[in-house]
């Protein structure tokens, strides 16, 4: 197979902070990548390497053939950008926006009325067709600017968080969408916050934490490293957390969350074994107050991170996440 | 766990890519984009009350409390006060044109030009064009009113032809300052407060709409000397019967060309940063 984005050890620091600390990564043409981390991983600015967006410090990177620092103008040719900052403008129709995408992808004004019109039908807007886009729903929206990003049939688009902030429905709406346009041949680079998200639609998933990549292959993969579903023992009382840890040991490698105790779970079974350890060990004189709730649940994006980093990807997140928005202006940029 | 191949296997184009022409075509995508904003700014009341509206109330307003004044000194204010209002609207349009490249600088719109083959300049360039055919709207209803009013061209055509070049010329060279500001300070609250900073020194310590007799004597040498001062000695002088044309229309152009090249090295300067 043939890499249509293809990064290769990229460095980007903004002051202290390195955002991109040797990423490599992969995405074979005609495949979806799923790119998955915390707030402040550095996907963002990952994709703004790759968009030729922000010039990396070092490494190299090639999308759709050609290098994102020697060739920016044949990489912006060749590539559609989309993302959580929904860019179309709200005082024109989807339609208008549209049209406009389309002059500005050098189509004729007929060939771009035509388009747009195709566009329209194809990603079910033709009745949000000619009101204002301001007033239209945030997955309306979303769908839209999706379909602008296509206008000119790109080898490589890039989804940067396609659902954040979606409501469910309008999220499945938009998988759809995407699946459809992978099913046209297009390479379909994604980032997300959501397992579930990469789950669904990528054929191979990267996990990037600090600017590296923490692993890398099917989600099914992954999936199996996390190691299935997990038993999730909600506590309160901090101390309490650590009692129960302890009294748990025996069943497999327990984690301390933020709000109780992990551990991989094979099954009901494992409830029971979990409930039967904690009554031995109440009636061995252990002086366990409070346990709140004890349930069965699939491995989140948490979960994955603390199978793979030891880490969990919450805490960090917010900090990380500012000061690569802040650190931002500061950079120098692709030209 | 590194997912990339070493770069020797680096692939070309995928099958399927779409063949485009990578050179930006920079007069296409100026007039596109020049007439998304002047589509939007059609539907944006505040655009049509600052192009139209305002202009219009500004004209009426001064002419009304400052005409029979100024008579009795033996100005005819319609002929005085025009080119003020001109050199007015200008500055409105120099306002919205902050604003305009403000927005398109927080919305990400800049961001998404710049991953498409879109000229680098072209978002300035149209946003330019735009608010020179906003203030050439302008600028037609001034003269529209000033004439019931009394307004007259007293040099003749070719000077009178000469009256919009000044007027697009300052707006070209004022405008493009103001997007510089926009796309800098890129806060829309801060926008506003440095173009009303910048306006009302320059307006109101000028002979735009009183002569540079009103002023107090040490502050005169200032008020004349000033660019807005020197553009409306420019219009005026293409208004009048028989003013001496040269000399006000070289300092005038002096000025001009070095705002421009200010707002030129400005707007380089805030376009190449990452938004």
């Not at chain 1, 997300?192 to 998200?197: F, K, N, P």
């Not at chain 1, 040991?249 to 105790?261: A, I, N």
């Not at chain 1, 603390?306 to 996440?321: C, F, R, V």
């Not at chain 2, 890519?17 to 002047?38: E, K, N, S, W, Y």
Request: glycine content about 8%.
């Amino acid at each position: 197979m043939t890499a249509a984005v293809e990064a290769d050890a990229l460095v980007k620091t903004f002051g202290d902070i390195r955002a991109l600390d040797g990423l490599s990564l992969r995405v074979e043409a005609g495949t979806i990548l799923g790119l998955l981390g915390p707030n402040g991983a550095g996907k963002t600015t990952a994709i703004n390497v790759l968009t030729t967006l922000l010039r990396p410090d070092s490494g190299h990177a090639r999308v759709a053939g050609h290098d994102v620092v020697d060739e920016p103008a044949l990489v912006r040719a060749s590539i559609g950008v989309t993302g959580q900052f929904a860019s179309l403008d709200a005082g024109l129709t989807p339609r208008e926006n549209l049209v406009l995408f389309g002059r500005l992808m050098k189509l004729g004004r007929a060939e771009a009325r035509r388009r747009a019109a195709e566009l329209l039908e194809r990603f079910a807007l033709t009745e949000a067709a000619d009101q204002r886009t301001g007033t239209l729903s945030g997955g309306t929206r979303r769908r839209l600017d999706l379909a602008a990003s296509i206008t000119r049939e790109p080898a490589v688009l890039f989804l940067d968080e396609p659902t954040t902030g979606l409501d469910p429905r309008s999220r499945l709406a938009l998988w759809q969408a995407v699946r459809e346009l992978r099913a046209s041949g297009i390479t379909i680079l994604l980032t997300t916050q959501y397992l579930e998200e990469a789950d669904e639609l990528a054929d191979r998933v990267t996990i990037i934490d600090r600017g590296k990549v923490v692993a890398e292959g099917t989600a099914a993969q992954l999936k199996q490293r996390v190691g299935g579903a997990v038993c999730h023992i909600t506590i309160a009382d901090p101390t309490d957390r650590q009692l129960v840890a302890d009294a748990l040991t025996s069943l497999g490698p327990v984690s301390l969350t933020s709000d109780g105790v992990s551990l991989p779970a094979s099954g009901p079974e494992t409830l029971v074994a979990v409930v039967r350890q904690l009554d031995e060990a109440r009636h061995g004189g252990l002086p366990i107050a409070q346990v709140d709730d004890i349930g069965l649940r699939r491995p989140t994006l948490d979960d994955v991170f603390l199978a793979l980093t030891g880490h969990s990807a919450a805490p960090e997140a917010g900090a990380g996440d500012e000061v690569e928005r802040l650190a931002r202006p500061a950079a120098e940029v692709a030209s | 766990m590194t997912a990339a191949a070493p770069a020797a296997t680096l692939a070309g184009p995928p099958p399927g890519a779409a063949v485009t022409d990578p050179r930006p075509a920079l007069a296409t995508d100026v007039a596109v984009l020049a007439g998304r904003h002047l589509r939007l700014m059609s539907r944006r009341p505040a655009s049509i009350i600052s192009a139209i509206v305002l202009p219009l109330v500004f004209a009426l307003l001064f002419f009304t409390v400052f005409s029979r004044v100024m008579r009795r000194s033996g100005i005819d204010y319609i002929d005085y006060l025009l080119p003020a209002v001109v050199i007015q609207t200008v500055f409105f349009t120099g306002m919205s044109a902050a604003i305009l490249a403000a927005e398109d600088a927080l919305s990400g719109t800049l961001r998404r030009l710049r991953a498409m083959s879109v000229s680098r300049s072209a978002p300035a360039l149209g946003l330019l064009a735009a608010e020179l055919v906003r203030s050439v709207v302008s600028l037609g209803v001034l003269l529209a009113v000033g004439a019931a009013l009394g307004f007259r061209f007293h040099g003749g055509p070719w000077k009178a032809l000469g009256f919009p070049v000044v007027m697009l010329a300052f707006g070209a060279a004022l405008v493009t300052c103001h997007i510089a500001l926009g796309l800098a300070i890129r806060r829309l609250e801060a926008v506003t407060t440095a173009t009303n900073l910048i306006y009302f020194p320059f307006m109101l310590l000028s002979s735009a709409f009183t002569p540079a007799s009103a002023f107090p004597s040490w502050l005169r040498p200032l008020v004349e000397q000033q660019p807005v001062s020197r553009v409306a000695d420019a219009l005026r002088a293409l208004t009048a019967q028989d003013a001496a044309l040269a000399r006000p229309l070289l300092i005038a152009g002096a000025w001009l060309l070095g705002l421009l090249l200010l707002g030129v090295v400005g707007a380089t300067r805030a376009i190449g940063r990452p938004s």
